[in-house]
């Protein structure tokens, strides 16, 4: 009982990692605070379905594309929407404020779309639906697989941001946007980098919700809470934290959804985000402020 | 003079149900509960720059109220207990988020609303035993309105003289530049706890004015996001900061809204989403601001 509850915890806590390395990446280099990202998650989810059923297209295979194409939208979002708002803050509070409320409209625009497109129902998809057994409890392949992506994308991209000189550019942007140009970086160009990885990240974790979980087109504010809660618990802009906190919230939510109810996991979630602002609002990991 | 106009306006409001036909009269109320509702909002976000996405969460928890307390307790206890309730939700939520930044109070707004559905709905079903409720209550849908006049009007003069006041000196100077005023001595926190709890008991006692209208109440009903949205870009339209701002964007969003939700409720989402992204590149600071941008223009010129 008790390990399948860790083993199916881990499991969905990899999705969660994923979803919140991408907001993370978005919030700490880019400065924007994204409560469209759940709504490009979906939209990423939705196109899988959509190759999956019209064409045959396996998941696997279409991953490296909405991948790509995630990267491309965020990088038009934030040289279309979010430059003229930065440009237009001038390095001020009302960056935050404004990013909030655009990206707001951008969660109903994606929404309204996805409802025309596809309509309100329940949308899932059987794809290598057969049990495997780990450690005696038996895991559906297409959550394995999706596990290992999470775990291969993750690990990549911890790698990357620690040992390559982009990453180092990557940091120091997160770190002082104010100082970074006086080292020769151009922060706008980090920045939409940071934002496009970040849509790029969350399409792939939609194509893997996509091959498990059933979703509707209204969905898409669950996942971006979910994912907020997480950064904030692995401390703003912290990659090794958003991975940690992803998968501790992966295994409280299948604990509580097995122990208790299935209907207070939300309620679980918000508990722990309640402990964390009022115990270390810095993050769980995050070095006092 | 500043004292007489609103005052008139607010009688003529006052006699219009006596010549309105029954669907009239649900526009005026839809129209005066969105007025208070977005002044409410406005009252703590337009000065702060808190941007507060719970609206529905007080809203609702008002509205519960009333559908859980109408058989038991005369109606000015209920609407004194929905205020009681919706101060202390208010009060836990501002303690544990309005002293960090910003961005977390958001966040936290942001799930707050689907949080208390979903516990009320739990807690309906596993220990209750019934979801959904039954409000009979004697009042007519002109006394509805009339009580939400009277809030509509409260609200605005609460905020006028709010504004005037030492609190809205430290709200303005805390949405300016939080160090600067923690530096000249304003206590952060409880200034934006006293401001973000009158707001949220108006909100509990809008939402428990209108819950009349509903008879049947549920969790779903009453916690519908969209009541938030709308508030907020309302609000945003007019001029968060401005008196009449408020007001300004809820009546002509209200019936457009109106319009949209029984004509196109497909299309809904997207316009509201166009509106709100126009409102940040087009008119950040509200119409209000805007036209006088313009009409100073227009003198210099002259």
């Given at each position: 009982m008790l390990t399948t509850t860790v083993i199916l915890g881990l499991v969905l806590g990899g999705t969660y990692a994923l979803l919140a390395l991408g907001l993370t990446l978005q919030y700490g280099i880019a400065r924007i605070m994204n409560l469209a990202y759940g709504e490009l998650t979906l939209l990423s989810a939705f196109v899988v379905v959509a190759l999956f059923q019209g064409l045959g297209l396996s998941p696997l295979l279409t991953l490296p594309l909405v991948a790509a194409g995630g990267y491309g939208i965020g990088w038009l979002l934030y040289a279309v929407m979010m430059r003229p708002l930065v440009a237009r803050s001038q390095g001020r509070g009302r960056l935050e404020v404004d990013s909030i409320l655009a990206t707001f409209g951008l969660l109903f625009l994606i929404q309204g779309g996805l409802l025309l497109a596809f309509g309100a129902n329940f949308t899932s998809i059987s794809y290598l639906d057969r049990g495997v057994t780990v450690l005696g409890v038996s895991v559906a392949l297409n959550r394995l697989i999706a596990f290992g992506i999470c775990v291969v994308v993750g690990a990549a991209l911890v790698v990357a941001l620690k040992t390559t000189r982009w990453g180092l550019i990557m940091r120091a942007v997160a770190l002082t946007p104010g100082s970074a140009p006086l080292v020769g970086i151009d922060v706008n160009r980090a920045a939409r980098q940071g934002f496009a990885l970040g849509s790029a990240l969350a399409a792939v974790a939609g194509a893997s919700i996509s091959m498990y979980q059933t979703f509707s087109a209204t969905a898409g504010v669950v996942f971006t809470m979910k994912a907020l809660v997480i950064v904030i618990m692995g401390g703003v802009g912290n990659v090794p934290g958003a991975l940690a906190a992803g998968f501790g919230l992966g295994l409280i939510e299948t604990f509580v959804a097995t122990?208790?109810?299935?209907?207070l996991t939300l309620a679980a979630t918000f508990a722990i985000f309640l402990l964390v602002l009022l115990w270390r609002p810095q993050g769980l990991f995050g070095a006092r402020r | 003079m500043r004292l007489i106009l609103p005052l008139i306006c607010l009688a003529v409001l006052a006699v219009l149900p006596l010549h309105f036909s029954d669907y009239g009269l649900g526009l005026l109320i839809g129209a005066a509960t969105y007025v208070t509702l977005a002044s409410a909002w406005a009252l703590f976000?337009?000065?702060?720059?808190?941007?507060?996405?719970?609206t529905v969460a007080f809203y609702g928890a008002g509205a519960y109220t009333v559908a859980v307390l109408n058989e038991v307790l005369p109606y000015p206890a209920i609407l004194l207990c929905a205020a009681v309730i919706g101060g202390t939700l208010a009060l836990i939520v501002g303690l544990s988020t309005l002293r960090l930044r910003g961005v977390y109070f958001v966040i936290f707004s942001f799930g707050l609303a689907e949080l208390i559905r979903q516990l009320i709905t739990w807690y309906e079903v596993n220990v209750t035993g019934t979801l959904g409720r039954y409000i009979f209550l004697d009042i007519t849908t002109r006394q509805i309105y009339w009580q939400m006049l009277a809030l509509g009007a409260a609200t605005i003069a609460l905020t006028a003289w709010i504004m005037r006041a030492r609190l809205g000196l430290a709200l303005r100077v805390i949405g300016d530049d939080e160090t600067v005023a923690a530096h000249s001595g304003v206590n952060l926190a409880r200034v934006k706890l006293i401001a973000f709890v009158l707001s949220s008991v108006i909100l509990t006692l809008a939402g428990a004015i209108t819950s009349p209208r509903y008879v049947y109440v549920e969790p779903s009903i009453v916690f519908n996001p969209t009541v938030s949205f709308l508030t907020v870009i309302m609000a945003l339209l007019g001029?968060?900061?401005?008196?009449w701002g408020p007001a300004l964007g809820a009546v002509p969003l209200f019936l457009v809204f109106e319009f949209l939700s029984s004509n196109f409720p497909d299309t809904y989402p997207i316009f509201l989403g166009l509106l709100f992204i126009g409102v940040v590149f087009v008119v950040p600071d509200g119409l209000i601001s805007a036209a006088e941008r313009l009409t100073r223009r227009g003198q210099v010129r002259a």
């Open positions: 122990a208790i109810d299935p209907g | 976000s337009g000065h702060t720059h808190y941007i507060s996405l719970a001029g968060a900061n401005r008196l």
